[in-house]
């Protein structure tokens, strides 16, 4: 089946610490994106990524870095410089255009 | 760049009608969207509206849009307990990229 499978669906960073995020899309699409959800508000766009080996920076990508060396895949590093890393990720693909975007399920990432 | 705005909380009993609002501030935004969210998860498209119409009707779901005043409202009818979830509105902009509202969680009460 088709889809965008994000892993792991909890991960736990000491403080300090880079972590990636994996996303994964069989799904052929273009355009991917990755959103952080903190409680109580909305998706905020991290970065995004419209080809292969190409990325741009979202609304909040300081602290945060990707790369896009594979159509279905998109990673996100957290790294050090994140100061409040303690959210929810999640990942999307879709084709590039007003069309619908396809969501993973997400990563709950706890600094402890 | 654009702003989508929902309010934050909606309780409606079971076999009501419920209708979330939201506002967009682009008007180029080409498509509106309706996400929901169950806890822990990712997004699904519920439902979408193309700017030139009015309403769209998707068995349960009624999208309304009034263009003139940026406003998007998505109606469920015969609210169930299984609808209980967050809400998202979305507009997409300039870049074709996605803004996402805040999130309307809706409660129903059985």
């Known amino acids: 089946d088709g889809g965008i499978t994000q892993s792991p669906k909890y991960l736990f960073r000491k403080e300090g610490q880079n972590v990636t995020l994996s996303c994964e899309q069989n799904l052929n699409h273009d355009a991917m994106y990755w959103y952080r959800q903190d409680p109580g508000q909305g998706l905020r766009l991290i970065y995004y990524?419209?080809?292969?080996?190409?990325?741009q920076k979202g609304d909040i990508a300081e602290g945060y870095s990707v790369s896009r060396e594979k159509k279905e895949s998109f990673p996100l590093t957290v790294t050090s410089a994140q100061k409040n890393p303690t959210a929810f990720y999640l990942c999307?693909?879709?084709?590039?255009?007003?069309?619908?975007?396809?969501f993973g399920q997400g990563t709950r990432l706890t600094v402890v | 760049g654009e702003d989508v705005e929902q309010s934050l909380f909606l309780s409606v009993r079971e076999g009501d009608s419920s209708v979330i609002n939201c506002t967009y501030t682009d008007s180029s935004s080409t498509y509106l969207y309706w996400y929901k969210q169950e806890p822990g998860a990712g997004l699904q498209l519920l439902t979408y509206i193309f700017s030139n119409m009015d309403m769209k009707q998707d068995q349960r779901l009624t999208v309304l849009l009034n263009k003139k005043d940026k406003h998007l409202s998505l109606r469920i009818a015969d609210t169930q307990t299984g609808d209980s979830a967050i809400y998202f509105c979305?507009?997409?902009?300039?870049?074709?990229?996605?803004?996402f509202g805040g999130g309307t969680r809706l409660m129903v009460k059985p």
């Open positions: 979305a507009a997409d902009n300039a870049g074709n990229m996605l803004t």
């Open positions: 990524s419209q080809i292969v080996n190409d990325f």
């Open positions: 999307a693909s879709s084709i590039p255009g007003p069309t619908e975007a396809f």
